[in-house]
């Protein structure tokens, strides 16, 4: 009996602990983003906007930063050389400034090339390389998604839009979180990985939305990290993975969308002369003869993946990508002289479509409900810890 109560009072201590360390707070994860990627910047002015840094030098403490103080660091052969306005500090191959706090704020501004300053959270890491240097910004992973968010775009949309959108943002920063490994930081600034432009100051409810959603990405059945593509507007039917980018992914099927359809990128045209036209189909190898004698109207009732005429056909993607045009989803009408592209949709049309997400959200949908309507057979879930 007595045995039997210790297993019982063993098995509540263990709740217990359980039940605690599911409800600790989760610690800020950093993540180093490469800003001002693949510009050969050699001289910068760095100034602290929000809380005090301390400066390191090889890592050495050299001095304090405080607001408003101006610090010009020049690169010459991975030689930093850093000075305030009186004096020169010192020289390094490696210059930190590391906030006192969790809400600090900098500027940078490039000065060779000269580039328009950035504001950005937490803390900055030059290194000097042989004819540049290396532009690190460390911060909270959050604050990141939020600066991501704001730079896409998608001003004064509903707060579950942005929790939907935080939610992609987060889940390719944690799948990508090596991309730049062998370059010393994480994700660069640019659309290669995502755009971030700085500190999100422009709308709160980003950040709100950023917060509300913390840590959580969405992962396959297995729990595995998902690819999470958007585009601007579908045109009504999203594109399937292997179509887009001949890569079959489960969780990206074509998707009936009625939410965009009335969007502002819901349908485009783009007018081309019919010579034109023949000229492009004739280096695609369709024989110019039959070409001129051939009904060249073309007008698919959903998203297919070819134009033909006879024998010959054409990726209506690549047709996209040469002509440049808004989507690979599109009718030709044909006039006397002239090729009118009637068009559905704006971007890749694969994943998510923000302007179908934009209207679901003001409908009354959640973030949940759309990720799901965009997404299928998918979880949402806290960063797995093994990355
Ligand atoms: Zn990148
Ligand atoms: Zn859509």
Request: aromatic share 12%; hydrophobic share 40%; glycine share 8%.
């Amino acid at each position: 009996m007595r045995y039997v109560s210790a297993t019982l009072a063993i098995r509540f201590l263990l709740m217990l602990l359980l039940a605690f360390f599911a409800s600790c707070p989760i610690q800020a994860r950093d993540i180093k983003i490469g800003l001002f990627f693949n510009r050969k910047i050699t001289t910068v002015v760095f100034t602290p906007v929000g809380g005090e840094y301390i400066i390191y030098g090889d890592y050495r403490q050299v001095g304090v930063a405080r607001k408003g103080f101006i610090y010009h660091i020049d690169n010459s052969g991975g030689v930093l050389t850093i000075q305030d306005t009186l004096n020169v500090i010192g020289s390094f191959s490696r210059i930190e400034f590391k906030g006192i706090s969790r809400s600090n704020i900098f500027s940078i501004r490039p000065v060779i090339p000269s580039l328009p300053p950035r504001e950005s959270d937490d803390n900055l890491l030059l290194q000097g390389e042989a004819d540049f240097m290396r532009i690190i910004n460390i911060l909270d992973l959050e604050k990141y998604i939020a600066g991501t968010i704001e730079t896409e775009g998608g001003s004064n949309a509903h707060p579950e839009y942005y929790k939907a959108q935080a939610i992609l943002a987060r889940t390719f920063a944690v799948k990508n979180f090596y991309r730049h490994g062998s370059e010393g930081f994480n994700l660069c600034d640019t659309e290669h990985c995502q755009a971030y432009k700085g500190k999100s100051r422009m709308n709160p409810e980003i950040h709100a939305a950023v917060m509300a959603t913390k840590e959580l990405v969405m992962c396959d059945m297995n729990g595995h990290l998902v690819n999470t593509p958007y585009h601007s507007n579908c045109g009504g039917m999203t594109s399937d993975a292997f179509q887009a980018w001949k890569q079959p992914l489960p969780h990206l099927q074509p998707v009936i969308d009625q939410f965009c359809r009335n969007s502002k990128n819901a349908k485009w045209e783009s007018m081309l002369s019919r010579d034109e036209w023949i000229a492009y189909l004739t280096g695609k190898g369709f024989k110019k003869d039959r070409l001129m004698q051939a009904d060249l109207s073309f007008s698919p009732a959903s998203r297919e993946k070819y134009y033909r005429i006879g024998e010959h056909q054409v990726e209506l993607t690549e047709v996209r990508r040469d002509l440049k045009l808004k989507s690979a989803w599109f009718s030709i009408v044909t006039g006397a002289d002239k090729i009118r592209f009637q068009g559905k949709g704006y971007g890749h049309g694969v994943g998510m479509c923000q302007e179908g997400a934009m209207e679901m959200a003001r409908k009354g949908y959640v973030y949940v409900d759309i990720l799901h309507f965009y997404f299928r057979n998918i979880k949402i879930e806290s960063i797995p810890e093994r990355r």
